[in-house]
């Protein structure tokens, strides 16, 4: 038996492999976004989620409390997930190389320009 947290849980990919780990015995910590969802995969990982939380990580203050009381609840974690970020437009990723690597909400700090580095 391994304890995951899965950031993210939400997410097609995430719920599936959520479900994946509860089919093998594993303890979950969920976190997504949409409390409807996760009331779902809750359910259908009955028996195995120790806990679950809806969560904007846009909050990086309560992202670091979020991720304490989750480790808490699994009493440590084997193995993470995180399958939650940002996302370009779609089209505009498809058709620009920069625009998929470098979407336009986030900024290149003066200093990191000339690195190519990007901050997030």
């Known amino acids: 038996m391994q304890r995951v947290l ?6 097609s990919i995430a719920s599936e492999v959520a479900e994946l780990h509860a089919r093998r015995g594993d303890q979950l910590y969920l976190i997504g976004r949409n409390t409807d969802k996760l009331a779902a995969l809750a359910r259908r990982c009955a028996g195995h989620v120790v806990g679950t939380r809806s969560a904007d990580f846009s909050d990086l203050d309560a ?3 979020l991720v304490q009381v989750a480790v808490e609840a699994l009493g440590g974690v084997d193995r993470v997930l995180i399958a939650h970020g940002a996302l370009g437009d779609q089209l505009q990723s498809e058709r620009s190389i920069t625009a998929a690597r470098l979407p336009r909400r986030w900024t290149r700090p003066a ?3 000339s690195s190519g580095a990007a901050s997030t």
């Open 6 to 11: 899965i950031f993210g849980a939400t997410s």
């Open 111 to 113: 200093s990191a320009a």
């Open 63 to 65: 992202a670091e409390v």
